[in-house]
């Protein structure tokens, strides 16, 4: 087996990989340092979770440590698609080089310009960036690329997925042509091969994985869902989520919990705290401070849920992840190889499950073509209601008027509530009979003309 002593890395950052408690490095390790060390550039295709961090970092700090950063010119580059995942790019760097006197800026929206800045002013070997913060520096002439000696380019497929790859062209066109360049992703969709053919000059291809599979350590399952009416479909949808994380018992020890809106990722970390689960939420919408505030407590195991929309799902290394939930299939099955590898890492067994409703059913085909194996099913853990059988009708009792019908029934001409109505009238308070003009005429009336102008002429 090979061992990391083998891989001809800098004595110092080998002690460093030692006390951070890694001895053999992954395929992909294996593959990719060599030829980095030669200065030749690398396309590094593996799924999430084998440890491409260390692809890139350890050879680039062995090739760095000779030499000295000028002002405002970083020596190297890497490019990352989050903010969460440079930030973790950063702490792979601060672990790996503590014995090499590099120095590194991180620049990231969500913190401050100026101090980015002074950074920069002083000198940097390695520069961690997200692509349009590192653009915003450099429009207001705070930056020259001119000095890159390697340039990376992490989690490729994803920059392609939010829009970045027209800043990613632009950036690549402002560094030398001499650079080396180390390119990762975990898919190649043709976009991603488009550029690699332009930017990359005779790299050495690592492909550890079929593209787009999952880690045979985890286990899969999804519940098929159908909601008893539409407008309680996010209500019974939680309650079924509850209801899969109470059915692992104590192997759940952490998760995360996946949803495709950011108000759905809201809603569900209040949910589950309001039923007493220890959650909470992250999204891009979140303010920087609070977005690290919350990993860092899944990392130390103070917060044993983490509600994520797919800001979390691409890069963030947190090694004992027990579970991850699927509340949502995700519309892009490439998506749901970077969810569920949250899981299953650094060689330990994971799960992930799934909830499907029945308008998700297309997108879980997709997902099951892309990985080419089905997900198993699993039962619902929720019952659903029995059906109330139907009470016996009472038979109608017939009142009085309908076993004697009156005689005085309405003619076809006449509605009900008219004759109704006229009845009411025949009759007075004290229940006589109202007398009127068919029942006494008054003696004028009979009288004839002759005898009506003699009355009136007497």
Do not use: W
């Amino acid at each position: 087996m090979t061992k990391f002593a083998d891989l001809k890395l800098n004595p110092k950052v080998l002690k460093a990989v030692e006390e951070a408690g890694y001895e053999s490095p992954t395929p992909i390790q294996e593959g990719a340092i060599p030829p980095a060390l030669e200065a030749r550039d690398v396309l590094g295709i593996a799924q999430t979770g084998t440890g491409k961090t260390a692809s890139f970092t350890l050879p680039m700090i062995t090739r760095l440590a000779r030499g000295r950063a000028r002002a405002r010119m970083p020596r190297s580059l890497v490019l990352c698609p989050t903010r969460e995942l440079a930030a973790q790019v950063a702490e792979n760097f601060d672990t790996y080089s503590k014995y090499v006197k590099l120095t590194k800026a991180l620049l990231i929206g969500g913190v401050s310009f100026k101090e980015q800045d002074a950074l920069i002013d002083r000198g940097v070997d390695v520069l961690i960036a997200t692509p349009g913060r590192l653009l915003d520096h450099f429009e207001r002439g705070k930056l020259l690329l001119t000095g890159i000696e390697i340039m990376v380019v992490d989690e490729a497929d994803r920059m392609l997925d939010m829009g970045f790859i027209p800043d990613i062209e632009r950036i690549f066109s402002l560094t030398p042509f001499t650079r080396q360049t180390l390119f990762f992703s975990a898919t190649m969709a043709p976009e991603i091969e488009r550029i690699t053919n332009t930017f990359l000059s005779a790299p050495a291809r690592i492909e550890v994985a079929r593209q787009a599979t999952t880690n045979e350590r985890i286990e899969q399952g999804v519940v098929m869902f159908k909601a008893s009416r539409r407008d309680r479909e996010g209500t019974e949808k939680r309650k079924v989520l509850r209801a899969l994380i109470d059915g692992e018992g104590d192997s759940c020890t952490n998760a995360i919990i996946f949803c495709n809106r950011k108000t759905d990722v809201d809603i569900v970390a209040k949910s589950l705290k309001k039923y007493g689960y220890d959650a909470a939420p992250i999204h891009g919408d979140l303010d920087q401070s609070q977005r690290m505030k919350t990993l860092d407590g899944f990392r130390d195991g103070t917060l044993r849920f983490l509600v994520a929309s797919d800001v979390a799902a691409r890069g963030l290394d947190v090694p004992s992840v027990s579970h991850v939930f699927n509340f949502d299939v995700p519309g892009h099955a490439e998506d749901y190889v970077h969810r569920i590898g949250r899981t299953g890492r650094a060689g330990r067994d994971g799960k992930a499950l799934m909830i499907c409703s029945s308008r998700d059913e297309k997108n879980l085909t997709a997902i099951e073509a892309l990985v080419q194996k089905d997900i198993p099913r699993v039962d619902n853990p929720v019952k659903a209601p029995e059906p109330k059988a139907d009470k016996p009708k009472p038979e109608p009792v017939a009142t009085s008027a309908e076993k004697a019908p009156s005689e005085d029934k309405p003619s076809r001409g006449r509605s009900r509530r008219g004759s109704g109505r006229d009845r009411r009238r025949d009759r007075d308070d004290s229940g006589a009979k109202v007398v009127g003009m068919g029942d006494h005429m008054p003696e004028f009336i009979a009288m004839s003309f002759d005898e009506r102008r003699a009355a009136s002429a007497a």
